[in-house]
């Protein structure tokens, strides 16, 4: 019996599963890049928040009376829960007069005449040291540091009220309190601690303990000192806002 010849595989057929080969290897290789370009999209987007909210919380964290960097506006200062422990502490009251309002002037003299409350205990008006005018960074100290031991009472330098605890990633643990007619601002910056039962909206009297001498914020833990500084209000009172004032001269300091 004739056995039935097997069908010749014509080789005519080999070129079109070399081209579904082919598209499917295409089809892989564009399914592949697409998952990859989602991926990358996703990436992108998550790192974007996460920037966006890392900046946000730089910028509240930001005074613009700290001693170096930029001054971005604030957009959601963090504040310290207030203490409610202890009361007060009130230093003897100087022979020096209380400082009345001091008239507007320059940013550099308003106030001038003016005799403030040392801020910080054991301090001679004669061991100060001007640095309105040095450079901190990008930008003008428009302050003056006051050096001390970690520990040193700090003082109101005026009557006044408390406007603002805040900590910022330079000035660290600081106090804002405008004088009683809110003419002036006064500025306190890189405590160690604030005195027991410090607030917002506390009425100090010159001479009230506000806090203690330190280094949080950028300052040198081994070099602890109060930065202060003083500014003029504009009409809108707000407490991040002045013209700065050099208080070395409201202090007791001559010029060198």
Do not use: C
């Amino acid at each position: 019996m004739t056995q039935p010849t097997p069908p010749v595989t014509s080789s005519s057929t080999q070129p079109g599963a070399a081209a579904w080969q082919r598209a499917a290897r295409v089809t892989v290789l564009l399914v592949a890049a697409g998952l990859a370009i989602v991926l990358a999209l996703v990436v992108g987007i998550v790192s974007m928040s996460r920037w966006g909210y890392t900046e946000l919380r730089t910028q509240a964290r930001t005074s613009p009376h700290d001693a170096a960097g930029a001054a971005p506006p604030v957009v959601g200062p963090v504040s310290p829960a207030p203490r409610t422990d202890g009361p007060l502490a009130r230093a003897t009251p100087d022979a020096a007069p209380t400082p009345g309002a001091p008239a507007p002037g320059s940013p550099r003299t308003a106030g001038a005449g003016a005799s403030l409350q040392m801020p910080v205990d054991g301090v001679a008006p004669t061991s100060l040291y001007p640095s309105f005018d040095e450079a901190r960074g990008a930008r003008r100290h428009e302050a003056i540091d006051i050096m001390a031991p970690r520990g040193t009472p700090v003082r109101a330098a005026v009557d006044g009220r408390v406007v603002k605890l805040f900590t910022s990633d330079a000035g660290g643990l600081t106090v804002y309190q405008f004088d009683r007619d809110e003419r002036l601002a006064y500025y306190y910056a890189h405590l160690d601690r604030y005195e027991a039962g410090l607030r917002e909206g506390a009425e100090l009297k010159r001479g009230d303990v506000l806090g203690y001498v330190g280094s949080t914020g950028n300052a040198s833990a081994d070099a602890p000192h109060l930065h202060f500084a003083v500014f003029q209000l504009g009409p809108e009172k707000r407490w991040w806002e002045g013209r700065a004032i050099d208080p070395y001269p409201l202090l007791g300091g001559r010029a060198r």
